[in-house]
């Protein structure tokens, strides 16, 4: 079997790493590699793993299914770069955190161009578990799938059949898990910045001690670090999807301006920067300069 991937970032590394014991091939293609800046580091990334440099698209034409895991604002620009080049029964795995519209768009291109289209849902961090982090399923294939994962060791549930079911679940899940990376880290910038950081912690640890915030806040401000650009894309999705349900996605959407904003600050800033206090003084310091 031969698995490629459109996109090589963290999310394809995880599931290669985990997969590769298995004896399977793979091959990848990134946008990156077009690009001076980025293209040997991503060559090196894929060169380690034992992976097959696809120049362009066209070069994943050889694989079994291809899992698309780029950035949700190009997840619909990929999947068309792969129209030409697909094959009648190839599958392409749709992991993209993006809106159900947007998946369905997808799909009925990638059913046009003869192939077989998933509807993937990450459920959980992809590390350390790789292809065994939960994953939601959903489309008209995805109960014979599903079987074909499982003997890999995939972590899959079956959704339905109507594509969009899975992500549909990430998307609205993410309003909630995405919006409270937001508004921690939102809240205690804004208690640093005002002086009163020491009384905000202790007020919001005995209002909410199930929280144990000393302990998650300094994990919510690594992961929008570390991937608020990411994160960025997949709210304005959420954002999307809340709009087509006729709510308001106004919440996701100001969610993902702090996300691109945390994401901008983690160029200047380590998430690793020992102690909370620290921490957030720190990225207060470069979200502020990123204002003057």
């Known amino acids: 079997m031969r698995i ?13 790493d985990s997969l590769a014991p298995q004896g399977i091939g793979f091959t990848a293609y990134d946008i990156l590699l077009d690009e001076e800046t980025s293209a040997e580091t991503m060559r090196t990334a894929m060169r380690e793993r034992q992976v097959t440099i696809a120049e362009t698209p066209a070069g994943l034409r050889d694989t079994d299914w291809i899992i698309s895991a780029v ?14 080049h697909l094959v009648q029964g190839q599958v392409v795995i749709d992991l993209n955190s993006v809106s159900p519209a947007r998946k369905r768009e997808t799909a009925a291109e990638v059913a046009a161009a003869g192939a077989v289209y998933l509807d993937m849902a990450v459920m959980a961090p992809v590390h350390p578990r790789g292809h065994r982090t939960p994953v939601l399923l959903a489309g ?10 499982a003997a890999l060791g995939f972590n899959s549930r079956v959704i339905g059949e109507k594509t969009g079911a899975a992500t549909a679940i990430k998307m609205v899940r993410s309003v909630f ?28 640890s005995t209002s909410y001690p199930g929280l144990d915030l000393p302990k998650m806040a300094p994990y919510q401000f690594e992961r929008t670090l570390r991937h608020g650009a990411r994160r960025a894309a997949e709210m304005r999705e959420s954002a999307a999807t809340l709009d087509a349900l006729g709510l308001r996605g106004g ?6 301006e702090i996300q ?33």
């Open 4 to 16: 490629g991937f459109m996109g090589f970032g963290e999310a394809a590394r995880a599931f290669c």
């Open 71 to 84: 950035t949700a604002d190009q997840s619909l620009i990929a999947a068309r770069s792969l129209l030409p």
């Open 140 to 149: 008209e294939e995805a109960d014979r799938l599903a079987k074909e994962m």
């Open 177 to 204: 898990v995405k919006g409270l990376e937001a508004i921690t880290v939102e809240a205690l910038l804004a208690a640093q910045a005002s002086g009163c950081f020491d009384e905000i912690l202790a007020s919001l």
């Open 251 to 256: 919440l996701a959407a100001e969610t993902a």
């Open 260 to 292: 691109q904003r945390m994401g901008v600050a983690g160029k200047a800033v380590n998430p690793d920067e020992p102690g909370l206090r620290e921490l957030v003084r720190t990225v207060l310091a470069a979200r502020l300069a990123e204002t003057d």
